[in-house]
């Protein structure tokens, strides 16, 4: 990416990306430099190996922030860059699309196999961004618009669900799937969260990740009506891997080995409030906005 910035200035003798769109950058070298950093960081499959390594070896802040923050600035470049390479990346849009929704599916099968909460959640964002990356590819305008919602809907979604791990795992000190059974019975409030964050995780209706994702569904339909089969399956075990992390740690018979307990105090409940709070409330705000724009 830096020596594609530094080649970029050397042609033309400035890096101001609105000069830039004026320029034929169809170069596939560059096009290939430019945009790998970007799509390893959202994470594409293929390269997304580094991103559950990472959560499940970083603390709580890190795992927030890299989920919230990070991720989204792969995002942001790629929204960047296809301004520079029109010509090119409606060539080699396909690529990278059937790879994203390849990937998708594999991934989302693969949460159903794990038996760490953040590593499945770390997993499940790699599914989400799948999509936004296939909706930036189309570049049209539902694409567009839509990965741009659903990042800051992933963003606020997954950074709760890390949250809520950790309050599990800072009671239990651990965060197997086999240990963190029954929760109900213990922190029935908390179960209320892990409803209503797994839900805008499935792209539940209140939440942005709703509307984000019919608008990638749009873009991708429209770009080709063969996605709707990779497409249907991401959507479907989506709300399965969900609906599994939820039943797995609410219900069953709580682990016998657990000795001490306290329930959730209030600034772990006002954190969770304020990652569900925008999640719902900007719903109200972009619809608007999507349909005078």
């Known amino acids: ?20 769109k004026f320029i034929n950058m169809n170069l596939y070298l560059l096009y290939f430099s430019m945009i790998m950093a970007f799509l390893v960081k959202m994470p594409m499959y293929f390269v997304h190996l580094w991103l559950p390594k990472a959560h499940v070896e970083a603390p709580v802040s890190g795992s927030m922030i890299l989920a919230g923050i990070m991720l989204k600035l792969g995002g942001y470049g790629l929204l960047r860059l296809m301004i520079l390479m029109e010509q090119i990346s409606m060539k080699l849009s396909f690529v990278w699309i059937s ?7 594999y991934i989302s099968l693969k949460c159903f196999c794990q ?3 953040k590593s ?10 799948s999509m936004v990356i296939g909706g930036i590819m189309t570049m049209n305008y539902w694409g567009y618009l839509g990965s741009y919602i659903l990042m800051i809907g992933h963003g606020l979604c997954s950074s709760g669900m890390f949250c809520l791990a950790n309050i599990n795992y800072e009671r239990l000190h651990s965060r197997s799937l086999y240990i963190n059974k029954g929760m109900m019975n213990f922190m029935p409030s908390m179960s209320l969260w892990w409803f209503l964050l797994l839900s805008s995780n499935m792209a539940a209706p209140p939440s942005l990740n709703l509307m ?3 608008s990638l569904i ?19 075990f989506s709300a399965g891997y969900s609906l599994y992390l ?3 740690i609410q219900h069953g018979k709580h682990y016998m080995g657990m000795y001490s307990f306290y329930m959730g105090v209030s600034r772990e409940y006002l954190l969770l409030m304020l990652h569900w709070f925008p999640l719902n409330l900007l719903i109200l705000k972009i619809d608007y906005m999507m349909i005078w724009l």
């Open 1 to 20: 990416l830096l020596m594609g910035i530094f080649f970029i200035f050397n042609k033309t003798g400035y890096i101001m990306i609105y000069f830039l």
């Open 99 to 105: 790879m994203s929704l390849l990937g998708g599916f």
């Open 115 to 117: 038996v760490d909460i």
């Open 120 to 129: 499945l959640i770390a997993y499940s964002s790699v599914a989400h961004m």
């Open 212 to 214: 984000g994702e019919i």
């Open 218 to 236: 749009n873009s991708l339909m429209s770009w080709s009506w063969v996605c709707i089969i990779m497409l249907m399956l991401i959507s479907f």
């Open 246 to 248: 939820y039943s797995y």
